[in-house]
């Protein structure tokens, strides 16, 4: 320890131990440190007072100092090696004291302090306390790095233990391979030496090997099917001959085995597949209601068969059917107790499935007798209710085709009163739709029949005909025909589509877009001029015809160009024969090929655009009106007969159609105009006095076909698609009513002489 200073007196100094400021100490002048050296040990307050020394008087100190044994040479020697205390590494600095810069300013030689031995011992003992305290903070350290340790070392157990398990596992996993192995190796071993005493030297080959063991499984299989049948067909009277009459016989014994083996397998399955819990549930299910409605049957008070009329009381007849009956009753009831007993069985065992139990001796026996030996009875018991099953069918089949005619004829019946007739055509489910996961929500019945699926169930509708999914084109145009030749022969004949957008009427009216499945239209136009042809003996034809549409509730002329359509004004007028339009183009044809081509000249003129319901939508109802006016060459009679072909534009919501802007006011117009159709039709079909005709252009040129002079056939199409299945249930409704509207269809006929007045006042 040095203190490089030359101040005599008491000086404040830092003690700096290994780098680390420990605290101030006053340090006294040496010559005050001499006297307490000689002196008792000093208080606190002596080391703490200072006295003021002159430097001068330093000298005579020293002297005296070196005297005194104990620390001061040899702080003397390490002072004047200028060397820190090689044991502690520790030396004063100098603090900053006031007075300092006048002693440094003095320029003295170094002055060496010394200092006393006490303040030495004090800055030891704060050097033990402060190495107590750090001692103390090591041992927490180390206290906490054995924590650490020991909670590593846990853990380190922890993941041993684990993987000692996982080896273990593998180990016991390899171990059954091995076990597996071994068996394996044995087997093919037996089979190869098996095949090699049987075949020979030819026996190693692997095939011939396989044979072998074939064999051998062969005779094991048939080894084992000996002995059940040795079991089940043993003798039952060998308990009684051992003389042990309460013993059950083998057979059952051998039952109850083979059962017990077989339910315990079965309750495995049960336990470990999923499927199979969930079948043996639903067929113990089944089988309770089954069980139970078979008791209700037998608990049911047994009612005698019914008396017959007393007229005939005690007759052989009456006899012989009241034995049949009583015959009939007693094996009914014979046939529902083999039931229950058979139900009840089949409980049993399938709860023995379930809970995994064993059948008692006599379930069991009574399981196996009804599983494995049908008795003759239930042979008779099927045969009988495949009887009763064939003539059952009978009758359905009967009664169905005694319902068709019945239909038929009630159709006959109707169209003769003048009804409307309606047919119902339901289109073939569209890619969009099955793609979009939709399902069929309508079905064809029958002929004469449609349901549709509501929220409340199928609900059935009649009609005069029904044309499902797969009728063609043909098909529908065979029972249209009839209507022509009604028109050559001088009525008013009107065919007209209906239905939701995309439901088919075009399809039906038209025909598709390339027209290789042509519809009633262009079959009409050929079916005109093949009646002409087969009548031209008889009668001289003139056809002409007119083509138009209504759009956004305006009539426009199909024959003529766009320009020339829009600039033109058509209206409705009723004259003796019906109505006609006036100011429309009406056109002259001679030929099936001529009307053919005016058609299409009228279908390019047409408003058709692209909807999301319908890629070719009609925006427009289609008129086409071809009046045939026949001579009779025979009497000179005229007549003239008007067919009007109809293909209305498709009832639409705009939600599911997606139209805007022009698409949607055109949609308006088109529900507009359906609407006012389905006021008159209500009104009709409810016999109102007012119909409300001139509601709508539409209404007005059809005024003739709905409750008018006109022999009218309405088609309504339908979708198949439950998506579908709310607007095929109102088309069904509105069709089922404009089945009740009554026409009254007059041939518009009028005789030579009538007919040459005409011709000569028109000419006039
Ligand atoms: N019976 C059918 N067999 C095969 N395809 C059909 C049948 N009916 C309709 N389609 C097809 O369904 C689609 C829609 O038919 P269509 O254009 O005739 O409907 P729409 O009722 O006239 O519709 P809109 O009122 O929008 O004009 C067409 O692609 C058509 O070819």
């Not at 095949?195 to 030297?201: D, E, I, S, V």
């Not at 009763?388 to 009758?395: A, C, L, Q």
């Not at 519809?519 to 034809?541: C, H, S, V, W, Y």
């Not at 160009?561 to 009723?574: D, L, N, T, V």
Request: negative net charge; contains cysteine.
């Amino acid at each position: 320890m040095y203190v490089n200073s030359p101040a005599p007196e008491n000086v404040s100094l830092s003690l700096t131990f290994l780098g680390k400021k420990i605290r101030n100490v006053s340090v006294a002048p040496a010559t005050k440190q001499r006297a307490w050296e000689t002196a008792a040990l000093p208080s606190d307050s002596d080391v703490s007072m200072a006295t003021g020394r002159k430097a001068g008087r330093s000298h005579n100190s020293t002297t005296f100092l070196e005297e005194l044994p104990g620390s001061v040479p040899d702080l003397r020697e390490e002072v004047q090696r200028c060397q820190p205390c090689p044991v502690h590494k520790t030396h004063l600095d100098r603090d900053s004291v006031p007075g300092q810069r006048d002693w440094e300013e003095e320029g003295s030689n170094d002055v060496k302090i010394f200092i006393p031995y006490d303040s030495a011992k004090l800055c030891i003992t704060q050097i033990a306390e402060d190495m107590q305290l750090m001692r103390n903070r090591h041992l927490e350290m180390v206290q906490e790095l054995e924590e650490n340790f020991q909670m590593a070392s846990q853990q380190n157990q922890t993941l041993k233990d684990q993987n000692q398990k996982h080896i273990e596992e593998k180990i016991n996993l390899l171990d059954q391979i091995k076990a597996e192995a071994t068996h394996w190796d044995r087997e093919k071993s037996g089979t190869e030496r098996a095949a090699q005493t049987q075949g020979g030297a030819g026996g190693k080959l692997p095939l011939e090997g396989a044979k072998a063991r074939l064999e051998v499984l062969k005779e094991s299989l048939y080894k084992r099917e000996r002995e059940i049948t040795q079991l089940l067909q043993g003798d039952t009277d060998s308990s009684r001959l051992d003389g042990e009459p309460n013993r059950p016989p083998t057979t059952r014994l051998g039952c109850s085995a083979l059962l017990n083996a077989l339910v315990h397998k079965a309750h495995c399955v049960y336990v470990e597949v999923a499927e199979a819990k969930l079948l043996v549930d639903s067929m113990v299910e089944e089988n309770q209601l089954a069980l139970e409605r078979a008791r209700e049957f037998l608990e049911r008070p047994q009612t005698t068969p019914p008396e017959h009329g007393s007229a005939e009381e005690g007759t052989p007849t009456v006899e012989r059917c009241r034995g049949d009956e009583n015959q009939e009753h007693q094996a009914d009831l014979q046939t529902s107790q083999m039931t229950l007993q058979k139900v009840e069985i089949i409980q049993t065992a399938l709860e023995c499935i379930r809970k995994g139990t064993r059948p008692g001796l006599d379930s069991a026996w009574e399981i196996c007798h009804s599983c494995a030996e049908p008795g003759p009875e239930p042979d008779q018991d099927n045969l009988q209710l495949q009887q009763v099953r064939d003539e059952n069918k009978r009758i359905i089949e009967n009664y169905n085709s005694e319902r068709i005619m019945r239909k038929k004829y009630y159709n006959m019946v109707e169209d003769m009163k003048g009804k409307i007739r309606v047919f119902c055509r339901i289109r073939p489910m569209g890619r969009t739709e099955t793609a979009g996961g939709s399902r069929a929500a309508v079905d064809c019945v029958d002929e004469y029949s449609v349901a549709v699926e509501t929220p409340r169930g199928w609900k059935e509708f009649q009609f005069d005909r029904v044309f499902g999914t797969a009728s063609s084109q043909e098909e529908v145009f065979q029972d249209t025909s009839r209507l022509i030749q009604s028109a050559m022969d001088g009525f008013n004949v009107c065919i007209f589509a209906y239905g939701q957008t995309g439901s088919g009427k075009t399809f039906t009216m038209v025909g598709d877009k390339d027209l290789r499945s042509p519809g009633i239209m262009p079959r009409t136009f050929r079916k005109i001029f093949d009646l002409i042809q087969e009548n031209a003996a008889k009668f001289d034809f003139k056809v002409s015809a007119y083509m138009l549409e209504l759009y956004n509730d305006r009539l426009l002329d199909l024959l003529v160009s766009p320009a020339e359509a829009f600039g033109r004004k058509i209206e409705i007028k009723k004259d003796k024969k019906g109505l006609v339009p006036q100011g429309a183009e009406t056109t002259a044809v001679g030929s099936a090929e001529e009307l053919f081509a005016l058609f299409q000249q009228g279908c390019a003129n047409r408003h058709i655009a692209a909807t999301k319901m319908n890629v070719e939508s009609s925006r427009s109802h289609l008129i086409i009106g071809i009046t045939v006016e026949s001579t009779n060459l025979t009497n000179g009679s005229v007549s003239y007969g008007k067919l009007s072909l109809v293909d209305l534009a498709g009832s639409e919501r705009a939600a599911k159609t997606g139209a805007k802007d022009d698409q949607l006011k055109e949609a308006n117009s088109i529900n507009k105009s359906l609407s006012a159709l389905g006021d008159v039709i209500f009104a009709l079909s409810s016999e109102q006095p007012h119909v409300p005709y001139r509601n709508n252009k539409l209404t007005q040129v059809m005024q003739d076909s709905l409750g008018g002079n006109a022999k009218t056939l309405m088609f309504v199409n339908v979708s198949p698609s439950d998506c579908n299945a709310e607007e095929t249930l109102t088309s069904l409704t509105y069709a089922t009513r404009v089945k009740a509207i009554t026409n009254s269809a007059q041939k518009n006929l009028e005789s030579k002489e009538i007919a040459h007045l005409k011709e000569v006042g028109h000419c006039c």
